[in-house]
């Protein structure tokens, strides 16, 4: 069975840091791109970032720049987002997500999680 389970969302105020963790299982980890989405409240889901398993390569988007970093551990299956100067935009519903199809960044996605609840307060 293919899991994702997201953790480390939270509450925390405008210019704090959060750590989100993305734990995958049921695949091979090193073989597959992991990504992070975002729902906020009455928005589109937005990327936020991607790593890719094999080079390491990342992508984040214009809204997460400078702000955001992607990392990963194999030995533990696992990709992080430390997401720091937090904004209130920021806050959403996060999502990671896995696919092993070559493109980079991917445009779909195999596999979700269930979410994670990131609040920023003003």
């Known amino acids: 069975e293919v899991q994702l389970v997201e953790s480390g969302g939270g509450l925390v105020q405008a210019g704090g840091s959060l750590r989100l963790s993305c734990e995958v299982s049921?695949?091979?980890?090193?073989?597959?791109?992991i990504g992070w989405y975002r729902r906020a409240p009455g928005k589109a889901r937005e990327g936020v970032s991607c790593?890719?398993?094999?080079?390491?390569?990342?992508y984040y988007a214009d809204s997460v720049k400078a702000r955001f970093t992607i990392s990963k551990d194999n030995a533990k299956s696992t990709v992080y987002l430390q997401m720091n100067s937090l904004k209130p935009e920021d806050t959403a519903v996060y999502y990671c997500?896995?696919?092993?199809?070559?493109?980079?960044?991917?445009?779909?996605?195999?596999?979700w999680g269930q979410g994670t609840q990131v609040t920023v307060s003003s």
């Open positions: 997500a896995a696919t092993n199809n070559p493109r980079f960044p991917p445009m779909k996605y195999d596999y």
């Open positions: 049921g695949v091979t980890f090193e073989d597959y791109t």
């Open positions: 790593i890719t398993n094999g080079d390491g390569s990342a």
